[in-house]
T-cell receptor, first 119, second 113 residues
């Protein structure tokens, strides 16, 4: 079974600075997807960024980018030019690529990192 | 606007009662999911459905039931057999091709009195 670990329960950053959130995962599969979701105080889960494991290039979405290290099974999220609206709980999630009787649709989540942005 | 709606936003239940949480999507997604979120925890999968009239148990299905009679709707019933139902419940949907990114509804907070 896959597991996802977020070792930083809380992080803080000054507005306009850069912060990196860590995520490691354990899997025996070679193909899979990785996601970062954001959960603001409203509690709605919002997709931040997605990475396909077969792609060597790191995904980027505006101020958000990832550092995907497949061999190390590491998937960190970098937020540049942090804004007050970035304050939220951030979850790393894993999904299998293979269709193994339907179970590939399951997302496995880490426990989250609470990000505080200081003005 | 396309999206996922959940109702109610807050729900209170007395012990021994069954309650049903609504989830509707107009994204034309085939797959739908129910997750449970507890404080300090990530999301855990309760049930999922890939197509109409079919659904599968997730990791924590005991005490819950679902139906999928329409593509747009995937209601979750929390039964009296669920011993600790107080939690935040999130519904999600996705396509069944490619990365199948799951998109989430706003959630329902269930409290047992």
């Amino acid at each position: 079974a896959q597991t996802v670990t977020q070792s930083q329960p809380e992080m803080s950053v000054q507005e306009a600075e850069t912060v990196t959130l860590s995520c490691t995962y354990d899997t025996s599969e070679s193909d899979y997807y990785l996601f970062w979701y954001k959960q603001p105080p409203s509690r709605q889960m919002i997709l931040v960024i997605r990475q396909e494991a077969y792609k060597q290039q790191n995904a980027t979405e505006n101020r958000f980018s990832v550092n995907f290290q497949k061999a190390a099974k590491s998937f960190s999220l970098k937020i540049s030019d942090s804004q007050l609206g970035d304050a939220a709980m951030y979850f790393c999630a894993y999904r299998s690529f293979r269709n193994s009787g339907g179970s590939n649709y399951k997302l496995t989540f880490g426990k989250g990192t609470l990000l505080t942005v200081n003005p | 606007d396309g999206g996922i709606t959940q109702s109610p936003k807050y729900l209170f239940r007395k012990e021994g009662q069954n309650v049903t949480l609504s989830c509707e999507q107009n994204l034309n997604h085939d797959a739908m999911y129910w997750y449970r979120q507890d404080p300090g925890q990530g999301l855990r999968l309760i049930y999922y459905s890939q197509i109409v009239n079919d659904f599968q148990k997730g990791d924590i299905a005991e005490g819950y039931s679902v139906s999928r009679e329409k593509k747009e709707s995937f209601p979750l019933t929390v039964t009296s057999a669920q011993k600790n139902p107080t939690a935040f419940y999130l519904c999600a949907s996705s396509t069944r091709v490619g990365p199948d990114t799951q998109y989430f509804g706003p959630g329902t907070r269930l409290t047992v009195l």
